[in-house]
């Protein structure tokens, strides 16, 4: 059984930093492909980034890339996400995601690749 425990979220003013982080229960070579998805309301759920930790790729959404950085301790089976100038459009719940297998471009942003989810934090950019 896979659990996912997330913390960091809050509420920050825009231009601001917060550092999401992710640990997962169970520890499994297998279990490479780690990162994090958000939904605001009223739209659907998106990816954000995500890391194959294998290697160490990094895969992000163009509206995050140069604000935010993920990066994996794989010591400690969490993952972290690191985000700077914050703007209101950032506003979502983010939920950790992990799942075997490596990610790909073609996987890394499905929210139907990934079968085990945290419950998700609350980032509010106001």
């Known amino acids: 059984h896979v659990q996912l425990v997330e913390s960091g979220g809050g509420l920050v003013q825009p231009g601001g930093s917060l550092n999401l982080s992710c640990a997962a229960t169970?520890?499994?070579?297998?279990?490479?492909?780690m990162g994090w998805f958000r939904q605001a309301p009223g739209k659907e759920r998106e990816g954000v980034a995500v890391?194959?930790?294998?290697?160490?790729?990094?895969y992000y959404a163009d509206s995050v890339k140069g604000r935010f950085t993920i990066s994996a301790d794989s010591a400690k089976n969490t993952v972290y996400l690191q985000m700077n100038n914050l703007k209101p459009e950032d506003t979502a719940m983010y939920y950790c995601?992990?799942?075997?297998?490596?990610?790909?471009?073609?996987?890394?942003?499905?929210?139907?690749?990934?079968?085990?989810w945290g419950q998700g934090t609350q980032v509010t950019v106001s």
């Open positions: 995601v992990i799942e075997r297998g490596r990610c790909s471009d073609a996987t890394w942003s499905l929210v139907g690749w990934f079968r085990f």
């Open positions: 890391v194959y930790r294998e290697n160490d790729i990094a």
């Open positions: 169970v520890n499994s070579n297998s279990l490479n492909c």
